[in-house]
């Protein structure tokens, strides 16, 4: 996996990828969240979905123009703002919600991090799990990473996607 970060400088920097508008990388921009933030609302209703967790909130650059109406909470390695709460996924069980948001994040950890990513959101409690996924990286991940999904979109032609997972 090509974009596997271990040091924390880069996530304090930020990628140049979505620079002026976020520096939390190109996944994080307006035009790059646009069918996102039109099929957030639609699995929150569907799943009667009252409150949720960002874990890898960023900056907040697109989520506050999602449509919905929820109990949102955003977490993030380096808060860059004052409402996003310091939170590590790796060393730290987050509280119990309806749905954890966990977006671009997995796919810069090692595997054995992802693990123990995986370990603390399904400890918290939480009834579903968001998260991106790269089919190109499949091939190298071990299977117990490997999740099912009840719902899925799309996000390039590269295989990208968002997945929804019962947890």
């Given at each position: 996996m090509s974009d596997i970060i271990t040091e924390v400088d880069k996530y304090i920097t930020g990628?140049?990828?979505?620079?002026?508008e976020t520096p939390c990388g190109f996944g994080s921009k307006m035009k790059a969240t646009q069918a996102q933030r039109e099929w957030m609302p639609?699995?929150?209703?569907?799943?009667?979905?009252?409150?949720?967790?960002?874990?890898?909130?960023?900056?907040?650059?697109?989520?506050?123009?999602?449509?919905?109406?929820?109990?949102?909470?955003?977490?993030?390695?380096?808060?860059?703002?004052?409402?996003?709460i310091e939170f590590d996924v790796v060393k730290q069980i987050p509280e119990g919600c309806d749905l954890i948001l966990c977006l671009w994040v997995l796919n810069h950890l090692p595997f054995?991090?992802?693990?123990?990513?995986?370990?603390?959101?399904?400890?918290?409690?939480?009834?579903?799990?968001?998260?991106?996924?790269?089919?190109?990286?499949?091939?190298?991940?071990?299977?117990?990473?490997?999740m099912k999904y009840i719902e899925k979109m799309s996000?390039?032609?590269?295989?990208?996607s968002i997945m929804l997972i019962k947890l």
């Open positions: 990628w140049t990828g979505g620079l002026p639609m699995i929150v209703e569907k799943y009667e979905i009252s409150t949720v967790s960002d874990i890898g909130a960023g900056d907040l650059n697109w989520i506050n123009s999602v449509d919905w109406d929820v109990d949102y909470t955003p977490y993030d390695l380096v808060p860059r703002l004052p409402e996003v054995e991090h992802c693990q123990a990513a995986i370990r603390n959101i399904k400890a918290s409690g939480s009834e579903y799990l968001m998260m991106t996924d790269r089919l190109r990286y499949r091939e190298d991940q071990p299977p117990e990473i490997e996000l390039n032609d590269l295989g990208d």
